[in-house]
């Protein structure tokens, strides 16, 4: 290659790369023009922002230091950044919290990376935020207190199916692989009425490799981790809608009852606003959304729970001696009812502390529906807006000590409002929070009565992807209570 035409090409990338870098700073330059200030902060290198470092903490298990540096150098109150290439402003503390909430549909929606738009799309018919909507309106009939207190007995006989099945036997457990599988056993059984272990084992092979594109490159090329979700979410949704079909018959023949599960209900209910059924496609998207979400994050939590119990051995026996006073005032063949979960009052301090530390769900982001301001700068229509809860539940101002585990932080009153977030909050605070708790402290209270147990790899990392994981999806050694 001549000389010139080498000097030619170099030129031209270093040309390139000018104009790039010139259009990046004159884009967000020009947000700021006649207009009230942008938060403080760093919008990071063009196009990949600050995403790296974003990552990079959660890799090394300190997710919340991309936050609290930021907070600490910048404004405790909300600073910018660019994460997954787009300029954000991270409301931060309960006030953060607080106004990220209250304003949810009027100045911002909920946003999600392109990677989960294309795993879990829309319909046609309506747009993203308005598919939430609907399926809220849906959810409150199997998650008001009546239905609740007809899952305890539900989840206590999966719970001691899943116990035999899998811990009773064995010396070592991995406790998140185990917790998948419990959490989505109970989703099934609730959503479609499934109910059989080995048919629920295997539905739940397509969800692995689901999640593991969910935070991936958007790029839909074959053999990409986002390829291969994208074709798990159509094999899991093909499989439910045969679970329509089949249901549709049944409750034509008056086999099945409407209120018998989530699915029939979507089947035979109108929506209240356009009075419209839902169509096949539909159904499976909010069961797949549904199942995905059900799962997850209760998973986790019972994971960390689990993971605590074994390193404080006196937070484990109070946990133990209240579940035994429950399990001594029933008889041998007697399953747990409502009124006993009301009575583990200290074990669910424990299992929110746990939240606190290692919420499933660090934050969320939503995108500005116009231009606004907050706390005296301005942020532009398009830019997003990010909730972190380790803004507060890491953050001394709100919680001394934050590093220690106190349960003791939940008695009274408890943490002040918009402190505490592991669940969100407004019109997007999780619906399932309550069927949660239950699950938590039903599977809490049958394990705790018969095992005791330690870690297998006491220094075990933390790692988050984007939710918290132990590195080594928590082995334990588990050892039956003496007779």
């Known amino acids: 290659m001549e000389l010139s035409t080498l000097n030619t090409i170099i030129l031209t990338i270093l040309g390139s790369c000018s104009i790039a870098i010139l259009f990046y700073h004159l884009y967000y330059s020009s947000s700021n023009n006649n207009k009230s200030r942008l938060p403080p902060g760093n919008l990071g290198l063009p196009f990949v922002g600050e995403t790296l470092h974003f990552m990079r903490a959660g890799q090394k298990g300190q997710p919340e230091k991309f936050i609290l540096d930021r907070m600490t150098k910048h404004s405790p109150i909300i600073f910018k950044t660019s994460i997954l290439g787009e300029p954000t402003a991270v409301t931060c503390g309960a006030a953060g919290h607080k106004f990220t909430f209250g304003h949810e549909d009027k100045l911002f929606v909920s946003w999600w ?3 989960v738009d294309l795993i879990f799309p829309t319909t046609n018919r309506t747009s993203s935020n308005e598919e939430t ?138 929506d209240e606003e356009d009075g419209q059924f839902m169509s096949d496609d539909e159904i499976s998207d909010k069961l797949l959304a549904l199942l995905f979400g059900g799962h997850q994050t209760t998973s986790v939590a019972i994971t960390f729970v689990i993971k605590f119990l074994a390193e404080l051995p006196r937070v484990f026996h109070a946990v133990y001696q209240e579940q035994m006073e429950i399990a001594r005032s029933k008889r041998s063949d007697e399953g747990l009812k409502w009124e006993d979960i009301q009575k583990m009052k200290y074990t669910w301090n424990v299992a929110c502390e746990a939240l606190r530390l290692a919420p499933p769900v660090q934050g969320a982001f939503r995108v500005a529906l116009q231009d606004f301001s907050y706390a005296g700068f301005h942020i532009p229509k398009g830019w997003k807006i990010y909730w972190n809860a380790y803004s507060t539940h890491k953050n001394p101002d709100y919680f001394q000590n934050p590093e220690e585990f106190d349960p003791t932080r939940f008695e009274g009153e408890g943490p002040k409002p918009y402190t505490y977030v592991p669940f969100g909050g407004g019109p997007r605070m999780c619906p399932g929070m309550e069927f949660a708790r239950l699950e938590i402290l039903v599977f809490m209270h049958n394990i705790v009565t018969r095992f005791h147990w330690k870690k297998l790899f006491p220094n075990e990392m933390t790692t988050f992807h984007p939710i918290p994981l132990p590195l080594k999806v928590l082995p334990i050694c588990i050892y039956l209570h003496p007779s």
Request: proline content about 5%; aromatic content about 8%; charged content about 30%.
């Open 113 to 115: 990376p392109k990677s």
């Open 133 to 270: 909507k609907r399926l809220r309106r849906l959810l409150p009939q199997f998650l008001k207190p009546e239905a609740l207190k007809r899952y305890v007995g539900v989840m206590d006989k999966i719970v001691n199916r899943h116990i035999g099945l899998h811990w009773e036997g064995n010396d070592v457990v991995y406790v998140y692989s185990l917790a998948k599988n419990l959490s989505f056993w109970v989703a099934c059984r609730v959503f479609l009425s499934m109910d059989d272990p080995v048919e629920v084992a295997e539905f739940e092979k397509p969800f692995e490799t689901l999640a593991d594109g969910i935070v991936s490159l958007p790029v839909n090329l074959p053999g990409t981790r986002l390829n291969r979700a994208i074709k798990a979410a159509k094999q899991v949704r093909e499989e439910i809608r045969r679970m329509i079909e089949s249901r549709r018959r049944d409750l034509a023949k008056g086999i099945v009852s409407q209120n018998q599960d989530i699915m029939s209900h979507m089947l035979v209910t109108k």
